[in-house]
Each structure stands twice: as C-alpha cells, then as structure tokens.
C-alpha cells in the first residue's frame, strides 16, 4: 500500500489518541483492534499474519533526503509491510511516545476478529502437541508459556477459564512475535475438555500435587515409549501461577505429570515448568526417544 | 540467640541506614555483607545456611500480647531462628520499607565471606552436572538460572568472566532462595575451563550457532545414550543473554549443543534454555533414559 506521506506530528490528535487507548482492554473489546508494540513484534506480525495488520505507525526522523525511518530495522520492517495492504503512517517521535512506551520506533493497529480462531478450525494429527494454560492471570507469565508453546512446535495454545486478554500489549511482547505464529484461543473448562475429547487428544495435568488419590507421575516417567510411532494428540494443561489447577480440573484428565526436582528448589514458576515439559514432550516424539526407566 | 526488645523505630538511625545502603554493590564489598529480603529468601538462608545470617530484621505490629511478627509466616521464620546464632531485631513498618520495599516484613543481613565457596571445595562425581554462565548481565536472568540449576540438583553454578554480582538483592529474589542451596561461585575464563580439567568434567557449550567448522549439536542427540552408568560429570556453559557466547570460548569445550526449536520461534530467553538443558540432561541421567536417535 502507498505509504501516507502526510507526517502525522500531532500527540493530541484523535486518531494518536485512538491508538494509544488500545492498551485498555474496554477500548479493545468496543473498536475490535488491538496494539502491536516494538519491532520484534511487529516484524513478525508483519511476516506472519499480513492479514491482520491494519496500520502501521513509523517513527521518522528528518535527514538530507527528507523524513526516514528512524532506524534500519523499522525501515526493513516498513519495507516488508509493502507487499501486504497495510497501511503505513510515518509519525514523529512524540506521537511514538505517545502511542507507546514500549514501541522503539515502530507499532501496528491489528484487527482482532482476524485473529481468532475458531475451535472448528483447530484439527489435530496424531503426535501433535497442545499447551493449554487454566486462569493465567500474568501478562508475562502469558507471553512467556505462548512462546515456549511456539519453540515445541505446538499446534495450539488455549486460555481456559478465566485468563489474561492474550491481546493485551504486554503479553503481545512477552510472546516475542509468537502470538504470530500459532493459534491462541480462549474457551471455558468444559469447553475444552469437549474439544480434547472430540479430537481423541490425552489430557495431561502439569501438577505437583495430585489428588487425595492419584498422585502425578514422573515426567520421564510419563514421556516412557513415546517414542516410535506417534501416538494420540496431547493435551498439557497447566494452573494458575498462584494456585495450580483444582481437584475439579485434575479429576477429568488423563494424567497428572509432575517435573522432578533433583536439587532443594521448591518449585518452577510457570513460564519454566511449561518450557521444560513442552520442550521435553516435543523432543521426545521428534528424537523418536526411548524412556527406560 | 535472644530477640531483642528494644523496638528499632527510627528510620533514619544509622542502623537502619547501613542495612538499607547494602543495596549497592560498593557497600557489599566494603562491609562484607549483604542483604537478603522476604519470607522466601530469608527462610531459606534462616533454614539451610544459618551461618551466613547475622541479624534478623522482623516487621512487628501491637497486639493484645505486646509487639508481634506482622504475620504467621513472618513468626515461622523469626521462631525457626532461634536454633541458631541469629541475632533477631524487631522494627516498625516505617523502618522496614526503609530497609527494602521487597521485604514483605522480614530482611535479614548476611555475612559474605561465609557464602564463598572456594573452587579447591567443590569436588565432582561422576554423573555430576555443573552451571555455568559467561558473561551473565540482568539480575533477574541470573537469578532464575541458579533457580533451574538448584531445580536439576547441579552440583555447584559458576559465574565465568563479568558477571552480575550474585549477591545482588534483586538476584538473590529471583533465586527464590535456590542461592542458599547450592555453591554459587564466580571465576574468570581460564580459571573455569581449568577447574573443569582437573576434574575431569567434560565442557558443554549451549549454543544455537556454533563456529564455522563446528555446527551444534541437537539436545536428543546430545543426550543419546547419557543413561545407564554415570559417565564423566558435565558442565555447561551459557553465554551472555544478548551476544551468546564468542568463538574464543566455543573452540575451548568439547561439545556445542543446542536446544531444538520445532516451531517458528526465533530463539529461546537465558533462563528458559538453561531450565530446559538443564533439567532434561538431569532427567536422562536419573531416568536412565536411552535416547534412540
């Protein structure tokens, strides 16, 4: 799309406005778009999912040959967004600040109905792998299990019960640009359990404790002869940060799986319990892995 | 040790100033303490190291019963003191949030010179894993990857080169306590690669790059047949969280391993790669695991 070459250099502006209150999730849910904040976020939604980026916002700087981006990365960023129908504004720094603390030169204005998917659209094969996430409530911690889902290669994430806005422009750049890259959808308890069972897909509790009587299982344990022919989908679903999950949830999976600690550590928080299990899971099907214990 | 009764109450007594001030590192090395904030670090330092903690600084509020501990956990940790020599203190809130604002009602100060571990201490066995980190910069990241490696039961975390200074509050927060676990020790390059040698530890180096004529290694593959028999104990060493590590070091291990990424992610954070290395590499060891690649 053709660049605006209207520089847009007023902060109080209504549209400058706009953009900016998209950090609040009532602006978010009324207008139905969302912000992208910071080149490695943007490059990826960019590269990913063209289709959901509606404006792209530059922070330019004036030079011999007139106004440019202010660095190389947001002009590869700029560039990139050419073969795509988004829109680009060029901005001045103090527009930038005002759109986003967090923006380094560059932010996007996405369409956030063209990011949901919908729980139809999810097929699973077997051996594939999905993180699912019961009333994560941290943006970071979001952006962290989003990411570690991505690098195992999961076919999804899902948000269940009542969790952080995966749209929120935090949890956007602590995923690292993967929100971009797999599907994230958010769905009630029972709603998921009904889309892992739909699908054939084993239901894994990441729990510590168990209940009164069924203690978890080691993860080595759990991960013993999956490798070879891959099995049934998988489902990992892991608690809240604070609380883990309740007997209510644990009662209806699978399995309980547990991460052994070795060492006198109380605990992983739960960015590092998902990366370790995911991470683990995943090698162990793709390295074809035999676990004798 | 006997609590004593006279209630600090002024904020701005020299007392108070001194613990306060051990924020800055220039202060941990003139004194020779440092200052270890909130239930999880102090009870941990209070449980496993008691002689590295001088003084006790408990949050006390009136009561029926006089001056109390301002909550049961707050009272656990000053009562399970008490074993020890630990001198307690009680203070008023105003002069807790003047110590640290991370306090949550507990602070203790510890003596630095009994948290040293000297290299000729550290003795390794076969199967033994140690963590190491080159160049290691937030105190946040090294915080949590002494966490990961308590968590994998390393035998000892070595900080090589310029790192963050370990006793730095914010890092010994995010260890969640894991700092009074294990010896945490500090080194420069060859002093490190030395110390591996002459125990005969084989040099993992976590890298996604490799050098020009030695491209990394996979994880599964690098853990194929790690089970069984302990072999040679195992350091590993991470590199800065921004540049990796340079050539200078890879040329100096023995192998290059990197952390299979399955999805679209581009890379993986410090602390997230050194939970997943870490802990799978223990998991194969403890679960005898075969991995047939």
Not at 119 to 132: I, M
Not at 221 to 242: I, K, Q
Request: aromatic content about 6%; glycine content about 8%; overall charge negative.
């Amino acid at each position: 799309m053709p660049i605006n070459t209207a520089l847009i250099d007023n902060p109080k502006s209504d549209r400058v406005r706009h953009v900016a209150d998209l950090a609040s999730r009532r602006t978010r849910e009324r207008t139905g778009r969302f912000l992208i904040e910071g080149p490695q976020s943007v490059r990826e939604a960019v590269r990913w999912r063209p289709d959901v980026v509606q404006d792209l916002y530059v922070e330019v700087t004036e030079s011999v040959r007139g106004a440019r981006p202010i660095s190389l990365t947001v002009q590869a960023i700029e560039d990139e967004s050419q073969d795509s129908t988004i829109y680009v504004h060029h901005v001045t720094g103090d527009v930038m600040r005002r759109i986003s603390k967090d923006a380094q030169g560059i932010a996007a204005v996405g369409n956030a109905a063209a990011m949901r998917t919908r729980p139809a659209d999810v097929r699973l094969k077997p051996g594939d792998l999905v993180a699912a996430f019961w009333q994560v409530r941290d943006p970071g911690n979001a952006g962290t299990v989003i990411r570690a889902a991505d690098a195992a290669g999961c076919a999804a994430v899902i948000f269940v019960d009542d969790c952080v806005d995966r749209l929120n422009p935090k949890v956007i750049r602590s995923t690292a640009g993967s929100l971009f890259h797999i599907p994230v959808l958010a769905m009630g308890t029972d709603e998921f359990f009904a889309f892992c069972h739909d699908r054939g897909a084993e239901v894994w509790a990441a729990d510590v404790y168990g209940t009164a009587d069924r203690k978890p299982e080691s993860l080595p344990d759990a991960l013993a002869g999956r490798g070879g022919e891959p099995g049934r989908p998988t489902a990992v679903l892991f608690g809240n940060e604070a609380r883990g999950l309740d007997a209510a949830e644990l009662v209806r999976t699978d399995r309980i799986v547990s991460i052994p600690i070795y060492g006198k550590a109380e605990s992983l928080n739960l960015g590092t319990s998902a990366a370790i299990m995911l991470m683990s899971m995943a090698m162990s099907s793709h390295a074809g892995t035999i676990w004798a214990v």
